[in-house]
């Protein structure tokens, strides 16, 4: 059962792909960096649903927050090097320095701050390993939502008007509840 951070972390640690593509990750020395989103969430889900195998990940969300160097092709050339080590893996590396622009929202201070203002409390979700070689989770909306498999928009979400309907969106458009029918999903 899982109940708490420790028990997502041993969920991780016991398997044995997920810890390739994070120590592969890891490899790139991002400055602040995570992996996050539904590579987190979708193997919680997974596992509360009894799935003998993980579903089809569509990418692995690398982040990191880098505001010396905000250049989109800096971003593409980690994808390419992380491609070279892991070339099955559909990696998608993105600073958080840049990615407000792109959000039309007010600039992050980290990627920790990117990660509590993604849409989705059960997606706002990152892992990494840190300098000693200890797994790590950030939830900065809690885990509860995502082990309860509650759908629910982070706070800022909720609170910006123009922000609900993309989170709307988001649920008619990831259908998530066809891939892991015990989730309750909560609108706004």
Request: hydrophobic share 40%.
């Amino acid at each position: 059962m899982l109940r708490h951070k420790e028990d997502v972390i041993m969920l991780i640690q016991n398997d044995a792909r997920m810890m390739e593509i994070i120590n592969t990750a890891s490899r790139l020395d991002l400055p602040d960096w995570w992996i996050c989103a539904g590579f987190v969430r979708s193997k919680i889900w997974d596992t509360l649903h009894g799935f003998e195998e993980g579903t089809n990940t569509p990418d692995v969300d690398v982040i990191y927050f880098d505001d010396e160097n905000i250049n989109e092709k800096t971003e593409k050339n980690f994808e390419a090097e992380l491609r070279a080590m892991l070339p099955d893996i559909p990696w998608s590396v993105k600073n958080e320095a840049r990615m407000h622009v792109i959000n039309d929202l007010p600039p992050y201070t980290s990627s920790e701050d990117a990660i509590s203002k993604f849409p989705e409390t059960a997606t706002a979700l990152g892992v990494k390993i840190d300098k000693d070689k200890n797994l790590i989770i950030t939830a900065p909306c809690g885990i509860e939502d995502v082990i309860n498999l509650e759908l629910k928009p982070t706070p800022y979400f909720k609170e910006k008007q123009k922000l609900a309907a993309i989170y709307e969106e988001r649920i008619l458009k990831k259908n998530w509840k066809s891939v892991w029918h015990k989730i309750k999903v909560h609108h706004i």
